[in-house]
C-alpha cells in the first residue's frame, strides 16, 4: 500500500470548516483514499473514501486532486466533537479483507 | 450500518494470569479479523490477521504462543494474552470488513488492558 503524509496536528474554530491534507504521491492506480478517525480511547471509525472523483457524505467531504498524488479531507462544520486523529489511508478497496497501515495520523483539535 | 463489537472495554489484572479478549462481527460474517494494538501517542500497529477455521498469522516480532488467536466462528474472533505482563499494557482493538463489500473496514471499541 502506498504511503502517506500528514500534518501531526492542525487547529479548527468551531463552526468553521477544517481542512485536512494528506499526500500520497505514490499511490497506485487501484488503490482508494480512505480516510477514519479516532476519538481518544476509542477504536477507528471510517469517515469516507475515494478513488478520483471527489466524494460527499453526511460527516465529510473528500477532494482527490486530479493527479491523485493528493487529497483533502472537508468537516464543513467543525464541532468540539470532531476533535480526534484523522488518518489517512490508501489502499485497494475490492478483494479479500487487508489490514490497514496507519500512519501516524493528524490530531485535529478543534477550539471553542 | 455494520457494527464491530469488542468486550471488555477495559480490564485490569494481574501479572502472570491471562485475559481474553472478544471481537464479534454483528451485521455480517466475517472469515478475516485483524487485531491491532496501540501504545500510548502512538499509532496502530496490526498484530495477527484472524482466520476462520484456521491459524492466525502473526506479525513480525509478536509471539504467537502468547497473544493466542481463536476465529472459531464467522462472527466471533478472541484474543487472548497468556501470562500478561506489565509491558503488555495497551490498547488493543479488532476489526473486520463485511465479505459482500469489502470496502470499509469496521472497528471495534477498544480493549484497554492493564496489567499490574
Known amino acids: 500500500d502506498a504511503k502517506t503524509t500528514q500534518p501531526p496536528s492542525m487547529d479548527c474554530a468551531e463552526g468553521r470548516a477544517a481542512n485536512l491534507p494528506c499526500n500520497h504521491s505514490?499511490?497506485?492506480?487501484?488503490?482508494?483514499v480512505y480516510w477514519y478517525r479516532q476519538i481518544h480511547s476509542q477504536g477507528p471509525q471510517y469517515i469516507i473514501h475515494g478513488l478520483k472523483n471527489n466524494e460527499t457524505n453526511e460527516m465529510a467531504s473528500l477532494i482527490i486532486t486530479e493527479d491523485r498524488k493528493s487529497s483533502t479531507l472537508i468537516l464543513p462544520h467543525a464541532t468540539l466533537r470532531d476533535t480526534a486523529v484523522y488518518y489517512c489511508?490508501?489502499?485497494?478497496?475490492?478483494?479479500?479483507?487487508?489490514?490497514?497501515?496507519f500512519g501516524s495520523g493528524t490530531q485535529l483539535t478543534v477550539l471553542p | 450500518g455494520a457494527v464491530v463489537s469488542q468486550h471488555p472495554s477495559w480490564v485490569i489484572c494481574k501479572s502472570g494470569t491471562s485475559v481474553k479478549i472478544e471481537c464479534r462481527s454483528l451485521?455480517?460474517?466475517?472469515?478475516?479479523m485483524f487485531w491491532y494494538r496501540q501504545f500510548p501517542k502512538q499509532s496502530l500497529m496490526l498484530m495477527a490477521t484472524s482466520n476462520e477455521g484456521s491459524k492466525a498469522t502473526y506479525e513480525q516480532g509478536v509471539e504467537k504462543d502468547k497473544f493466542l488467536i481463536n476465529h472459531a466462528s464467522l462472527t466471533l474472533s478472541t484474543l487472548t494474552v497468556t501470562s500478561a505482563h506489565p509491558e503488555d499494557s495497551s490498547f488493543y482493538i479488532c476489526?473486520?470488513?463485511?465479505?459482500?463489500?469489502?470496502?470499509?473496514?469496521?472497528f471495534g471499541q477498544g480493549t484497554r488492558l492493564t496489567v499490574v
Open positions: 476489526s473486520a470488513e463485511n465479505p459482500g463489500t469489502n470496502t470499509e473496514a469496521f
Open positions: 489511508i490508501v489502499r485497494v478497496a475490492s478483494g479479500s479483507a487487508r489490514q490497514l497501515t
Open positions: 505514490t499511490i497506485s492506480g487501484n488503490e482508494y
Open positions: 451485521d455480517f460474517q466475517a472469515t478475516t
